[in-house]
């Protein structure tokens, strides 16, 4: 019997990876749509695409379960005019292509999965977000609303479709967690301004079984919420992620060091000094269950 495809569309970064790993243990065919096609773990091809334009990868989605769509330019860097361009396009161009070759194809995929983020509701200070919040007014948010109206807009009557505005993602082998840890380590892990900013935050693996639960499970549709049921503060995670690495104490980092030093890496003082608590309401909903619902045990799990 033939095994299930998923065409994983900007599948070599941080989740794509775990992505594809957690799909090969569940016996997936797995490939991997690419700017620069290598050689991967065993079970994954990769085929070049450009992220904008059809070509050799459009037969792939012939007959697939599913097709993810990860791609998109890394949000950490100066928000220049520039820059703010290919944030934007990057998201939106892959979406077009995406949704240009599925009609394209005798037998689409049966299921999209989009991914989006919780920028999309801006800085809510303390208000907590589902699904039915309103959109913030902010630079990020302005992207996630372009970004998913490009998704939901998109023609595609016989696939299922289902976006994932995914939290900030803990994982040992990408995303802004091992940047933390880093610092943490040097006795720079403190507070970041005044702290009281939301972290909705997920453990990868169970980010990746969100994934899966919307390939598979056929009632699944719309938008979902892909974070952890509990979000935290910022005071409140960097004191854990202290406690992890055993670094009981760090200098809080006011306001304008955090300034100093975004600019000095070459990002936005905003993410680390704006935040979003955000709900999972309809994966509870929909019955899913964490692995990791406590930062303390997914800090454990990630350190150990």
């Avoid at 016996?27 to 290598?38: A, G």
């Avoid at 690495?245 to 990002?267: I, N």
């Avoid at 935040?275 to 019955?287: I, S, T, W």
Wanted: aromatic fraction near 8%; charged fraction near 25%.
């Amino acid at each position: 019997m033939n095994k299930k495809r998923v065409v994983l569309a900007g599948g070599s970064g941080f989740l794509g990876r775990a992505l594809a790993e957690e799909l090969l243990l569940q016996n997936y065919e797995v490939l991997v749509l690419s700017r620069s096609p290598h050689e991967q773990a065993a079970g994954i091809k990769e085929v070049l695409w450009d992220g904008k334009h059809s070509g050799e990868w459009i037969q792939f989605l012939d007959g697939a379960k599913a097709v993810v769509n990860l791609a998109g330019r890394n949000i950490k860097c100066r928000y220049t005019p520039e820059n703010l361009h290919e944030l934007t396009a990057s998201r939106v161009d892959s979406v077009h292509a995406i949704a240009a070759a599925m009609n394209h194809v005798a037998r689409p995929p049966r299921v999209w999965v989009q991914a989006c983020a919780i920028g999309f509701y801006g800085d809510p200070k303390d208000r907590l977000c589902d699904e039915n919040s309103p959109a913030g007014s902010d630079t990020l948010a302005g992207i996630c609303r372009t970004w998913e109206d490009a998704f939901n807009s998109a023609s595609v009557p016989k696939t299922r479709r289902v976006l994932l505005r995914i939290g900030f993602v803990l994982g040992r082998d990408g995303g802004a967690l091992p940047i933390l840890a880093g610092l943490a380590k040097c006795f720079l892990g403190g507070t970041a301004g005044g702290g009281k900013q939301f972290i909705s935050w997920i453990h990868v693996e169970d980010l990746s079984r969100m994934f899966i639960e919307a390939i598979e499970r056929d009632e699944l549709a719309g938008t979902f919420n892909a974070a952890g049921p509990n979000p935290v503060t910022n005071r409140e995670f960097m004191r854990e992620l202290r406690r992890a690495l055993h670094r009981p104490w760090s200098p809080p980092a006011p306001e304008w060091a955090v300034k100093l030093g975004s600019r000095l890496m070459g990002t936005e003082p905003s993410l680390a000094l704006t935040g979003c608590r955000v709900a999972p309401k309809r994966f509870l909903e929909a019955g899913f269950k964490f692995q990791f619902p406590e930062l303390p045990g997914a800090f454990k799990n990630l350190f150990e």
